[in-house]
């Protein structure tokens, strides 16, 4: 395997460029996922930032009858709710909205807790591993996904399934891909926005790898190095 490289940094002056930028590189790799593999699987996050990035990604002309997504981490709420990952990606990625694109839920299943739903969702996950794009954002504090400081699962050389569940203080619930699932992916990306969170990341890149910032999960992982898209704003 190759060694650990810095990640690559392409910055732009707004989330509108970044975003379009990305897509179209994202939409490049899924076109030769498909042509190498017979199929493409993207992990994609939920939130605010993205929204420019999946419309930008289901604008372009490619095979989605053969793509997979799912959502990078999950509230456990209800796809009605307004704060789930699913229903958002449902409205902004038109292929999966139209129903051309293969959309797997990490959302409720019946009335499972979180843990048997994690290993469900681990079932479901492992047989699409290794994913061939994850797209990742980032908050302040450095989480990815659910996993944030502090948790053991955030760790990059967290031994758990390719699921996990995450109950942070304050916030509902969650399932979120595992360090070991959003690492192994053939190509990994992140979308960022602001100087706060550029720092941030610099920060985490320079350290050492630890769960107290989650992002070096990315941006220390084996193999191809980390893409980051920035906007100034």
């Keep these: 395997m190759a060694g650990l490289s810095p990640p690559r940094i392409h910055a732009f002056p707004t989330l509108a460029e970044a975003s379009a930028q990305l897509a179209a590189d994202v939409a490049g790799l899924l076109r030769q996922a498909i042509s190498d593999r017979g199929r493409a699987v993207i992990a994609v996050p939920g939130g605010t930032t993205p929204a420019a ?21 999950e509230r456990y709420v209800p796809v009605t709710d307004a704060q789930s990952n699913e229903a ?18 990490l959302g409720p299943r019946g009335g499972l807790e979180l843990e048997p739903a994690a290993a469900l969702a681990s079932a479901d996950v ?9 797209v990742s954002g980032m908050g ?5 996904a659910s996993l944030f400081p502090g948790d053991p699962a955030a760790a990059p050389d967290a031994r758990t399934a390719e699921v996990v569940p995450a109950r942070p203080p304050g916030l509902p619930p969650r399932l979120s891909l595992s360090a070991a699932v959003l690492a192994g992916a053939r190509t990994a990306t992140l979308l960022i926005t602001g100087a706060e969170k550029r720092r941030v990341l610099d920060a985490a890149s320079s350290g050492a790898p630890s769960a107290a910032a989650p992002v070096t999960v990315l941006t220390h992982r084996r193999g191809d190095p980390l893409q980051v898209y920035c906007s100034e704003s």
């Design 88 to 105: 958002m990606i449902r409205r902004a990625l038109a292929p999966v909205a139209a129903g051309r694109a293969t959309f797997l839920s």
């Design 53 to 73: 990035f999946l419309a930008a990604l289901g604008a372009q002309d490619l095979a989605w009858e053969r793509v997979t997504v799912l959502p990078t981490d």
């Design 140 to 144: 302040a504090d450095a989480h990815i």
């Design 126 to 134: 492992a047989a699409l591993a290794p994913l061939d794009i994850v």
